[in-house]
């Protein structure tokens, strides 16, 4: 695991004055388009987010980094790595993994490819 403090960010989530679900509602938001390995520093003055976040990323796969140095001394700033196959989580209740299954690829048989008139 890299030190969360050595690595520039692909993104910066404030989420100052967020507690846990609206934090990790706007998180979720914010990652979606990301591609995996992203890292992301989170700002927040959510007393519980070094409980939260762990726990999220623990649930979803991604990868906690832990705690940054915080440019602010009224926030703290966590650090994490987005996985490339995340547990989806239901709209609106980032604590519930989505029942909705994933659609999978459907196979469509090959076309036929015509065959030349041999005469």
Do not use: F, K
């Not at 003055?45 to 762990?54: E, I, N, R, S, V």
């Not at 940054?68 to 989580?89: F, H, I």
């Amino acid at each position: 695991m890299t030190a969360p403090n050595s690595v520039t960010p692909d993104l910066t989530v404030d989420g100052t004055g967020l507690l846990c679900v609206q934090l990790l509602l706007r998180l979720r938001a914010q990652i979606a388009d990301l591609p995996a390995g992203a890292v992301v520093h989170i700002h927040t003055t959510d007393p519980a987010a070094p409980l939260d976040l762990p726990a999220w990323c623990h649930l979803t796969g991604h990868e906690y980094l832990g705690p940054v140095p915080s440019p602010a001394p009224d926030r703290e700033v966590y650090a994490l790595r987005l996985t490339s196959a995340p547990v989806r989580t239901r709209p609106g209740r980032p604590w519930h993994p989505d029942p909705t299954p994933t659609p999978t690829p459907t196979m469509t048989p090959p076309t036929p490819t015509p065959t030349e008139d041999a005469n």
